[in-house]
Nanobody
Framework: QVQLVESGGGLVQAGGSLRLSCAAS????????VGWYRQAPGNQRRELVA???????NYADSVKGRFTISRDSAKNTVYLHMNSLKPEDTAVYYC???????????WGRGTQVTVSS
C-alpha cells in the first residue's frame, strides 16, 4: 500500500519562495509518473508539472519558469521548488504518483500554501 505525504506549505509574502516535499512509502526511483497539482477555493484541481519515467517534464503555463520539480531517490522524496510566488498561487498543493501506466495512481492529502500581497 503506497502513501504520499506532502509538507513544506505555509504563509509567504509575494515574491518569496517555498520548497514543498512529497515523501513516498513506495520507491520514487521506479515511478511511471510523478507530479504536483493544486486546487484553489472554488476551482478544479489542476496539474502543475509531471515527470515521467522517460525523463520528460511538462509545466503548466501559469508556473513555467517559476516552479521546478526534482527528486531524491535516496530519500524517496519528490520536491517542488516555487520561486517568485504570487497571491494567485494560493492553493492546496497535492503530490501524485503512478507506478504503472495502467494504474490510477496515488494522491497525498495536500499542503496549504498561502501567498500574501
Amino acid at each position: 500500500q503506497v502513501q504520499l505525504v506532502e509538507s513544506g506549505g505555509g504563509l509567504v509574502q509575494a515574491g518569496g519562495s517555498l520548497r514543498l516535499s512529497c515523501a513516498a512509502s513506495g520507491s520514487i526511483s521506479s515511478v511511471n509518473a510523478v507530479g504536483w497539482y493544486r486546487q484553489a477555493p472554488g476551482n478544479q484541481r489542476r496539474e502543475l508539472v509531471a515527470l515521467t519515467s522517460g525523463g520528460s517534464t511538462n509545466y503548466a503555463d501559469s508556473v513555467k519558469g517559476r516552479f521546478t520539480i526534482s527528486r531524491d531517490s535516496a530519500k524517496n522524496t519528490v520536491y517542488l521548488h516555487m520561486n517568485s510566488l504570487k497571491p494567485e498561487d494560493t492553493a492546496v498543493y497535492y503530490c501524485y504518483a503512478r507506478w504503472s501506466p495502467f494504474d490510477r495512481g496515488y494522491w497525498g492529502r495536500g499542503t496549504q500554501v498561502t501567498v500574501s500581497s
